[in-house]
């Protein structure tokens, strides 16, 4: 009786074979799938590598002398949070031209430091010494200071920061 | 072609025999209550694999340990979901081994010959609670942190080394991040381990000896 083909119709063990077919491969993919894009999530997530920073309004920037704009930025990866300290030495001309350079030595990435008296950007590591416009006077830096990018909208400096 | 590859594969593998001795056995006439070994050990797999997809993301550190399963829960597609099964399939686990030994006991399927079928599934379910009890920790909670906190002064209060047992579990005075490792190591390696070998034992038993009937009246 059991397990018995019925006449002309679907029997009993095929039945069961093709049902247990049928769940197992619903129940796979039910976790397969899903499993799939688990492990993809994070390589698919794609986060902007740069960002506009506002440094404030051009009214109050001083003309003809380098001032330095601190800011720290964070960013998210994964459920880890990473600040990472930034600063620029913003130039305006009379004629509202700008030079914004990256006060990151391109030695070893010491911070360099305006001196009003020598008329310089000086890197207290090394004695490197850059010109007002970026240039390598003296020391072991082997390129200019790194020239940002910038724009002014509204009356407002912002500068492009590119990860690297 | 498919029948000419299962062919050559027979052969070489005897899966034809492997097949009628695990699968195609005799069994006595049976009742539901039979499946939960069944349903046991799919929840065991499912377990096993969601378990392994967790450490894809989850960090067995204090810092980290709760960010890491918000991460999951919020942030990775479906992590929600493989999670919630592990987190689910654990009780449901419980549930089943329990159902599973009743049935054994009620049934008398414990006697000669399946005694170490019998005593292998009394260590599987010390195995089960043993996974219950480490994997509760794991998400380094509040409910977490105190579950164990009064867990492992529970197995303090043991006569004589009792307060030893406590230092053992907690690695140390009081809950850290030494407990927290070791007990990760005893969820993802050490009890695992133990689970599949005495798996193993148990799967071994039951096709070597066969299931018993359902006692009879006056047996």
Redesign the interface.
């Known amino acids: 009786m059991a397990g018995g083909e019925e006449a002309g119709g679907l029997g009993r063990r095929k039945f069961v074979t093709g049902m247990l077919a049928v769940l197992g491969g619903t129940i796979a993919a039910v976790?397969g799938l899903?499993?799939v894009?688990?492990?993809?999530?994070?390589a698919l997530k794609r986060s902007p590598t740069d960002v506009w920073v506002p440094l404030g309004p051009v009214e109050n920037i001083p003309v003809d002398q380098p001032t330095l704009f601190t800011f720290s930025r964070t960013q998210r990866v994964?459920?880890?949070t990473t600040a990472t300290s930034h600063g620029m030495y913003v130039l305006r001309s009379a004629d509202d031209r700008y030079l914004v350079l990256s006060n990151v030595c391109t030695h070893l990435s010491c911070r360099v430091v305006w001196k009003d008296e020598l008329q310089d950007y000086t890197c207290p590591c090394h004695n490197g010494h850059f010109a007002k416009d970026g240039r390598v006077i003296s020391g072991p830096a082997p390129r200019p200071l790194e020239d940002v990018e910038y724009k002014v909208e509204d009356g407002t400096l912002y500068v492009h920061l590119v990860e690297a | 072609m498919v029948a000419r590859v299962y062919a050559w594969l027979d052969r070489r593998l005897g899966l034809t025999t492997i097949y009628a001795t695990t699968l195609d056995r005799k069994v006595p006439k049976v009742n539901w209550a039979f499946t939960l070994g069944s349903a046991t050990l799919f929840l065991a797999v499912?377990q096993g694999?969601?378990g392994i997809?967790l450490t894809?993301?989850y960090v067995p550190h204090p810092e980290?340990a709760y960010?890491?399963v918000?991460?999951i829960m919020n942030?990775?597609?479906?992590?929600w979901?493989?999670r919630g099964?592990h987190h689910w399939g654990a009780t449901l686990m419980v549930v089943t081994v329990f159902l599973h030994m009743l049935r054994t006991f009620f049934y008398g399927a414990y006697k000669y010959p399946r005694e170490i079928t019998w005593m292998t599934g009394v260590f599987l379910l010390l195995v089960t609670l043993g996974m219950g009890f480490t994997g509760y920790l794991l998400p380094w909670n509040q409910r977490a942190y105190w579950a164990t906190t009064v867990g492992t002064s529970i197995a303090g209060t043991v006569p004589l080394a009792g307060p030893l047992i406590e230092r053992i579990l907690r690695g140390g005075e009081a809950l850290s991040a030494l407990t927290l490792a070791r007990f990760f190591s005893a969820h993802i390696w050490m009890l695992p381990v133990a689970l599949v070998a005495l798996v193993g034992i148990h799967l071994y038993l039951v096709v070597r000896l066969g299931i018993s009937h359902i006692p009879r009246d006056g047996e």
């Not at chain 1, 894009?37 to 994070?42: I, K, M, N, R, T």
């Open positions: 976790v899903p499993a894009g688990y492990l993809l999530a994070p994964g459920w880890e | 499912m694999l969601t997809f894809v993301y980290q960010d890491s918000n991460y942030e990775v597609a479906f992590g979901l493989i099964i």
